[in-house]
């Protein structure tokens, strides 16, 4: 019988570093989220009762609102952006190793090393008043200072972070589905559109799912894209964490807030974890 003990010992450092430096500080963001605010101070009050007057707060319809355009605004820049990142991959799944490849791959992996601020900013810069921003709120019919051309931009913020990273992640998934599948459904009278999703789609789903939650994570904890882009109208549940830490001191409000948006994702990625794969397997 082997040996566990080594394989034991190796995992105890980053095991330790983990929950000193991740699962401790939750617990204390937990813990602050039940203390009382005193206003006037900083943070909880020692002396004060555990409450759950943080959380209940958080049912008011303002606080609902903003959770609501949350989700709705992350889950379309989700699925768009994976969506427009699958022909990317597929683009470079199906090259062989060559300059093209190698570019393409470089392309992406830059994109992600661009920081938040300049993407911000350019997209400011080409969409916004001094750039394309009255062409495209007059196709939409909206006004360029209106709610809805804000909820615009930061979908093509978002999008601008998740397509590229998508795409990178996806194009593992593909290299391992055989295309001779495919050629196999063409043969048998399947046009090319149907024999791709029923094969190279469908077995793909997996990476296709993995690349919506991480995304879809990155996307509702977004906090510069929605503070910059969103230009006030538009606020996530980061922005308002950040309010309750950095302009009030209210940390135990901020806290709860945060836990909110932890479960959330939670929540998210068990639903679609259990739900998808058992919904693509009846396919």
Request: proline content about 5%; aromatic content about 10%.
């Amino acid at each position: 019988m082997r040996s566990v003990r080594g394989p034991i010992l190796l995992l105890l450092p980053g095991s330790a570093l983990l929950l000193l430096l991740l699962v401790f500080p939750l617990l204390q963001v937990a813990e602050q989220s039940f203390r009382e605010y005193v206003p006037g101070g900083i943070g909880a009050a020692a002396d004060k009762p555990y409450t759950l007057r943080h959380y209940l707060e958080l049912l008011h319809p303002v606080y609902l609102r903003y959770l609501a355009a949350m989700i709705r605004i992350g889950l379309t820049s989700t699925a768009v952006g994976v969506a427009l990142a699958y022909p990317i991959a597929y683009f470079i799944a199906r090259r062989r190793a060559g300059r093209v490849r190698t570019l393409a791959l470089g392309f992406l992996v830059a994109f992600l090393f661009l920081s938040v601020l300049v993407r911000v900013y350019s997209l400011e810069l080409s969409f916004g008043p001094v750039g394309l921003g009255a062409v495209l709120s007059g196709l939409m019919g909206v006004g360029r200072n209106s709610r809805e051309y804000a909820e615009f931009m930061v979908v093509i913020g978002l999008m601008h972070h998740n397509v590229p990273l998508s795409a990178l992640l996806l194009v593992s998934t593909i290299q391992n589905v055989n295309p001779r599948l495919a050629e196999a459904a063409q043969a048998l009278g399947a046009p090319r559109w149907k024999a791709h999703l029923s094969t190279t789609v469908v077995l793909s789903i997996r990476g296709l799912l993995s690349a919506f939650l991480i995304n879809y994570a990155i996307a509702i904890s977004a906090f510069v894209i929605p503070m910059v882009l969103g230009k006030g109208k538009v606020l996530f549940m980061s922005n308002l964490v950040y309010d309750r830490f950095g302009e009030v001191a209210n940390y135990p409000s901020g806290s709860a807030i945060a836990i909110q948006l932890l479960l959330l994702a939670f929540a998210m990625i068990y639903l679609l974890t259990r739900l998808a794969p058992t919904r693509w397997e009846k396919v």
